[in-house]
């Protein structure tokens, strides 16, 4: 594998019988690079990311994600990434420091790390306060930003955000990104689907999926130069005119 490539597909491939829902993608992510995955309802983004996160096998092709083969070394990719889900993948029910030591334990973290990170971690989020709080209690936002900081809790060479600033105002959506940033300038590579195309504009390089297929691929200056459109909202509807299929 090459170093600089954190995440490689060739030829990626999902099928559903006779339903083609991911149709050869090739394409490489750089480390500390923060990649906007793009797609209308139905494109294939989602299932395209359950293959590179290990939790789904591709019918054909290849792939690696923090060096490791996504078909025969599912389980090492899961433990060298994270997620975050539009649910936000915390349990509501726990306490947000519960939530802390339940993912670092999942993650192999020494009892005496978890302690000192969660009280790092709460800190820089400003929920001392909310220690002993149950997730459920919190606003949409400090879930928010909490899921994304439980996400990143041991330091994964990928984190994967999977619609992860819907329902929140535009504020929040900033600060989140602020987030985003800090994550990527301590080298960790950001893999964001997401349906806010002023958020596109944030990333490195994006790619825009129809139909199961990467139509587009490049930084959001590049692409609006090579449809010559002002935003990268302009570019997103244009290609997604193509689309035959709906549904993801």
């Given at each position: 594998?090459?170093?600089?490539?954190?995440?490689?597909?060739?030829?990626?491939?999902?099928?559903?019988?006779?339903?083609?829902?991911?149709?050869?993608?090739?394409?490489?992510?750089?480390?500390?690079?923060?990649?906007?995955?793009?797609?209308?309802?139905?494109?294939?983004?989602?299932?395209?990311?359950?293959?590179?996160?290990?939790?789904?096998?591709?019918?054909?092709?290849?792939?690696?994600?923090?060096?490791?083969?996504?078909?025969?070394?599912?389980?090492?990719?899961?433990?060298?990434?994270?997620?975050?889900?539009?649910?936000?993948?915390?349990?509501?029910?726990?306490?947000?420091w519960e939530n802390l030591r339940l993912f670092g334990g999942i993650y192999g973290l020494k009892d005496r790390e978890i302690a000192a990170k969660t009280t790092q971690m709460l800190q820089e989020l400003n929920l001392e306060g909310e220690r002993d709080a149950l997730v459920r209690s919190l606003p949409l936002g400090w879930k928010q930003k909490?899921?994304?900081?439980?996400?990143?809790?041991?330091?994964?060479?990928?984190?994967?955000?999977?619609?992860?600033?819907?329902?929140?105002?535009?504020?929040?959506?900033?600060?989140?990104?602020?987030?985003?940033?800090?994550?990527?300038?301590?080298?960790?590579?950001?893999?964001?689907?997401?349906?806010?195309m002023d958020e596109a504009e944030y990333c490195d390089r994006v790619s825009i999926m129809v139909d199961g297929r990467i139509k587009a691929l490049d930084s959001p200056k590049n692409l609006r130069n090579q449809f010559q459109v002002p935003t990268m909202d302009d570019v997103f509807q244009r290609l997604a005119r193509e689309a035959k299929r709906k549904g993801d």
């Open positions: 594998m090459n170093q600089e490539w954190v995440i490689e597909a060739e030829g990626l491939t999902k099928c559903f019988g006779a339903f083609v829902a991911v149709d050869h993608l090739s394409f490489q992510v750089k480390r500390g690079e923060i990649f906007g995955f793009l797609g209308a309802n139905g494109a294939g983004k989602t299932t395209a990311m359950r293959m590179l996160c290990g939790l789904s096998r591709p019918t054909s092709g290849k792939g690696t994600v923090a060096g490791f083969d996504i078909y025969r070394q599912a389980e090492e990719v899961k433990k060298h990434i994270g997620y975050m889900s539009q649910k936000f993948s915390l349990y509501e029910d726990l306490k947000v909490l899921a994304f900081s439980v996400s990143i809790f041991h330091k994964p060479q990928v984190v994967f955000l999977d619609e992860p600033t819907g329902g929140v105002d535009p504020i929040t959506r900033r600060q989140f990104w602020e987030m985003i940033y800090r994550a990527a300038d301590q080298g960790i590579t950001i893999f964001v689907t997401t349906h806010y």
